[in-house]
């Protein structure tokens, strides 16, 4: 009986505690992605950018807040071309790379752009896992 009841303490503790971890991780996440956001709004004007850019959506909704194995810190967010080009398949990611003393980022767009064979063994999905193919990081505001 004393196991029993032992072993239900433990699960109603454990039920309890994990969703609330859970939150906190996103809370997390969602407060470094808004605070790049709110950086990236107010000191970034898409007239500056480099002209391969000016015609891509940001898209923040999908936004992520990614810390790398040596405590690095990134703020990863997609970009979707709006006139993309007949035959690509690349990918474009910002990157928003805090500054140590906490004042602004720097900025990357990163482009994947896969070989035909990749494309049709993983089905059109590009992941950084078996990638093949060319990646490129581009500055977003320097012109070419």
């Given at each position: 009986?004393r196991?029993?009841?032992?072993?239900?303490?433990?699960?109603?503790?454990?039920?309890?505690?994990?969703?609330?971890?859970?939150?906190?991780?996103?809370?997390?996440?969602?407060?470094?992605?808004?605070?790049?956001?709110?950086?990236?709004?107010?000191?970034?004007?898409?007239?500056?950018?480099?002209?391969?850019?000016?015609?891509?959506?940001?898209?923040?909704q999908?936004?992520?807040?990614?810390?790398?194995?040596?405590?690095?810190?990134?703020?990863?967010?997609?970009?979707?071309?709006?006139?993309?080009?007949?035959?690509?398949?690349?990918?474009?990611?910002?990157?928003?790379?805090?500054?140590?003393?906490?004042?602004?980022?720097?900025?990357?767009?990163?482009?994947?752009?896969?070989?035909?064979?990749?494309?049709?063994?993983?089905?059109?999905?590009?992941?950084?896992?078996?990638?093949?193919?060319?990646?490129?990081?581009?500055?977003?505001?320097?012109?070419?």
């Open positions: 009986m196991k029993f009841a032992l072993l239900a303490a433990i699960i109603v503790t454990a039920v309890i505690i994990l969703p609330s971890c859970r939150r906190t991780v996103n809370d997390m996440n969602e407060t470094q992605v808004n605070a790049a956001r709110q950086w990236f709004e107010a000191t970034q004007s898409r007239e500056n950018f480099n002209i391969i850019f000016r015609n891509s959506n940001i898209v923040w999908r936004a992520r807040h990614k810390t790398f194995p040596n405590g690095n810190k990134v703020v990863i967010v997609p970009m979707i071309e709006q006139n993309p080009t007949l035959g690509y398949y690349g990918r474009q990611l910002l990157y928003l790379y805090p500054f140590k003393n906490g004042k602004g980022y720097l900025t990357r767009v990163l482009e994947f752009s896969p070989s035909v064979k990749y494309m049709i063994e993983n089905k059109g999905v590009i992941s950084p896992d078996n990638f093949s193919g060319i990646i490129t990081a581009w500055d977003l505001k320097k012109a070419l």
